[in-house]
């Protein structure tokens, strides 16, 4: 079974940046897709990103296109995620998870991380 720990979340003035980053073992990492969701209070946990296991293609969810990157380094089983041009409402946990393909992961994650905060003050 594969075991994700995320870290970088913190506290960040609207139009900052961030870095996110989730270290995994337990699996051959790079035959998972990974992906970011996150979740604001009284909301539903929400898809962020999603990047394949070799890392050739990647999904965002509309309100972070342009903003959001998502990378992942098989070599040292890692993956991040670049925030920039934060706002207010990218406030949330944000959670790491782990797929069989981009697809399912959006809809089926097999295994989450447990979830760092991000808060972007205005």
């Known amino acids: 079974q594969v075991q994700l720990v995320e870290s970088g979340g913190g506290l960040v003035q609207a139009g900052g940046s961030l870095t996110l980053s989730c270290a995994a073992s337990?699996?051959?990492?790079?035959?998972?897709?990974m992906g970011w969701f996150r979740q604001a209070p009284g909301e539903e946990r929400k898809f962020v990103a999603g990047?394949?296991?070799?890392?050739?293609?990647?999904r965002y969810a509309d309100s972070v296109k342009g903003r959001f990157t998502i990378s992942r380094d098989n070599a040292k089983n890692m993956m991040f995620l670049q925030m920039s041009s934060l706002k207010p409402e990218d406030t949330a946990v944000y959670y790491c998870?782990?797929?069989?393909?981009?697809?399912?992961?959006?809809?089926?994650?097999?295994?989450w991380g447990q979830g760092t905060q991000v808060t972007v003050s205005s």
């Open positions: 998870a782990a797929g069989l393909t981009i697809a399912l992961l959006t809809t089926r994650p097999f295994q």
């Open positions: 337990g699996r051959t990492f790079s035959n998972d897709a």
């Open positions: 990047i394949s296991g070799a890392g050739g293609r990647t």
